[in-house]
T-cell receptor, first 113, second 112 residues
């Protein structure tokens, strides 16, 4: 019974490039959440999605960041024109429903050089 | 006032000790509460949900005090493997909301 899967685990991008982070939720889970964790900081909510719908993107920066969860395939967090300040660990979590426990994937560590 | 606050620690305790963490939250309408543990450079792992009646899982006991807006985690008979950062998380659901708000975590170090 696979848990939440994320890839890549580590991603290095130069300033100005695009970063694509992928997340496959646990089997049976249709709710996906993306969080960002900066070094020595807490987890910060970014976006909440269900299949083909963005439910809450109140934590997402207005520019350069976007997310999707298509009918088929993983959820994708896309960061365009990355800057050094985007370097962080990006975690995806999934739950079987709103208000229920969230289970986290291993994260993608993004380094922008 | 921050939405979810925790004492950052570190808490340095000997093996076998009992240690307690508190976490306060600001939104009185919060509906769900959880404790996670996070090891260095790893993902948060769900430790337990926190219910109004309190709940216990082995050496771990979690309690919720809605009147004072805090949750607590008690670890009895600490093990070296309990060394980690403990995160409390609060959920405010309804409408389009569904995310968890995390505290910054309390670091625990259990020494031999």
């Amino acid at each position: 019974n696979a848990g939440v899967m994320q890839n890549p685990r580590h991603l290095v991008r130069r300033r100005g490039q695009e970063a694509r982070l992928r997340c496959s939720p646990m089997k049976g889970h249709s709710h996906v959440y993306w969080y960002r964790q900066l070094p020595e900081e807490g987890l910060k909510f970014m976006v909440y999605l269900q299949k083909e719908n963005i439910i809450d993107e109140s934590g997402m920066p207005k520019e350069r960041f976007s997310a999707e969860f298509p009918k088929e395939g993983p959820s994708i967090l896309r960061i365009q024109q990355v800057v050094r300040g985007d370097s962080a660990a990006y975690f995806c979590a999934s739950s079987p429903g709103q208000g229920l426990e969230q289970y986290f994937g291993p994260g993608t560590r993004l380094t922008v050089t | 006032r921050k939405e979810v606050e925790q004492d950052p620690g570190p808490f340095n305790v000997p093996e076998g000790a009992t240690v307690a963490f508190n976490c306060t939250y600001s939104n009185s309408a919060s509906q769900s509460f959880f404790w996670y543990r996070q090891d260095c450079r790893k993902e948060p792992k769900l430790l337990m949900s926190v219910y109004s009646s309190g709940n216990e899982d082995g050496r771990f006991t979690a309690q919720l005090n809605r009147a004072s807006q805090y949750i607590s985690l008690l670890i009895r008979d600490s093990k070296l493997s309990d060394s980690a950062t403990y995160l409390c998380a609060v959920g405010n659901y309804g409408g389009s909301q569904g995310n968890l708000i995390f505290g910054k975590g309390t670091k625990l170090s259990v020494k031999p």
